[in-house]
């Protein structure tokens, strides 16, 4: 799974590169498909049924699944942008969000970095835990922990993980909070995608008229930040992240190990 998972990683810094305001979401379909597409994999996302776009992109109180049109990226925007590939018949899978500056509301911009900030950060303690924990579900306890820790955010509940492998989405679920039972054991062969999505307000969430993009009942701004990651005999992968996941785990004192 390392080669689409590079892939992944690959298509999604093209896309962070182009987010500016002015852009439509659709450009930013059509680079992340030229990307995967030129490196010889195929965009995973275009295989599920009834989804004709290569990303994901959820602007604002939109917390998932935006589907990719004509809406242009304001100045001030929260923008996140899920994207996956297929090689070989092995999957990767991904996300990121990102705020557009704007000189004329500074505290709304400082506020919606402060959560993808948090959003970011629930996800590398998420990661991190996986290199120590026994037990799958408690990765959703260091999750929820960072969260509770940043401030007054909610942890959506209606979406979470998954495992991933010859499918996108496979068993396990990957919760971002506590749960009972402690779920399946962690060992090595275990590749997982760890995807908080968090709320500047409430948790509730509806699906639009579009029949796909997810966005919070109270019109609260979300964010979402998502990588793959590998358990393996020599320890700890994420195999959508250019460096393996070194700077994002440096924090927490883990060096991630090459795949051999």
Request: aromatic residues 4%; contains cysteine.
């Amino acid at each position: 799974m390392i080669e689409p998972g590079r892939i992944t990683a690959a298509a999604l810094t093209e896309v962070r590169a182009a987010i500016v305001p002015g852009i439509r979401t659709a450009e930013l379909d059509s680079i992340a498909e030229a990307a995967i597409r030129g490196l010889g994999a195929v965009p995973n996302f275009m295989k599920e049924p009834g989804y004709a776009h290569t990303v994901c992109v959820s602007v604002n109180d939109e917390v998932v699944h935006g589907v990719p049109g004509d809406r242009v990226i304001q100045p001030g925007d929260i923008v996140s942008v899920d994207c996956g590939a297929e090689l070989g018949g092995w999957n990767g899978d991904a996300a990121f969000t990102v705020v557009m500056p704007d000189p004329t509301r500074p505290e709304l911009v400082a506020a919606r970095q402060r959560l993808s900030d948090a959003t970011e950060r629930s996800l590398w303690s998420g990661i991190a835990a996986l290199a120590t924990v026994r037990r799958l579900n408690e990765v959703g306890g260091a999750i929820e922990d960072t969260i509770d820790a940043a401030g007054e955010y909610g942890i959506v509940e209606d979406y979470v993980g998954h495992g991933i492998g010859r499918e996108m989405h496979e068993e396990p679920p990957v919760f971002n909070y506590r749960v009972r039972p402690a779920g399946p054991a962690v060992r090595p062969g275990l590749v997982i995608a760890i995807e908080p999505m968090v709320t500047a307000g409430a948790i509730e969430t509806h699906v639009l008229a579009d029949d796909w993009t997810v966005a919070t009942d109270d019109g609260a701004d979300a964010a979402h930040w998502e990588h793959s990651v590998a358990v393996h005999s020599g320890g700890l992968w994420v195999l959508t992240a250019h460096d393996g996941g070194a700077a994002g785990l440096a924090p927490f004192a883990i060096t991630p190990v090459p795949i051999s």
